[in-house]
Nanobody
Framework: QVQLVESGGGLVQAGGSLRLSCAAS????????MGWYRQAPGKQRELVAT???????NYEDSVKGRFTISRDNAKNTVYLQMNSLKPEDTAVYYC????????????????WGQGTQVTVSS
């Protein structure tokens, strides 16, 4: 009933920039918080950044000052602008949205995208 589709991943050199997008669609009544997570090989999935429906943001310490999360509520889309990329940023990046659906049972659930690969070379 709700789908998230990420785009914008790819291969960049250290110091470069990349902009990720994630668009939500389906039976959406409202979207609360949205966020970006990442998972590197052999590591647990970790939170990168979150943004509330009102625009308040929170970042993992290692990306503060380099990454910026934003959203366009009219488009049900969240973005992650990544600057000054480092090899340790290499991971699969996933977007997440907490959504209240507009059809029965009208409940709230977390939905995940399929992920997009970000590779930063040195």
């Amino acid at each position: 009933q709700v789908q998230l589709v990420e785009s914008g991943g790819g291969l960049v050199q250290a110091g470069g920039s990349l902009r990720l997008s994630c668009a939500a669609s389906g039976s959406i009544f409202s979207i609360n918080a949205m966020g970006w997570y990442r998972q590197a090989p052999g590591k647990q999935r970790e939170l990168v950044a979150t943004i509330t429906s009102g625009g308040s943001t929170n970042y993992e310490d290692s990306v503060k000052g380099r990454f910026t999360i934003s959203r366009d509520n009219a488009k049900n889309t969240v973005y992650l602008q990544m600057n000054s990329l480092k090899p340790e940023d290499t991971a699969v990046y996933y977007c997440k949205a907490n959504v209240r659906i507009r059809v029965f049972p009208f409940n709230e659930n977390d939905y995940w995208g399929q992920g997009t690969q970000v590779t930063v070379s040195s």
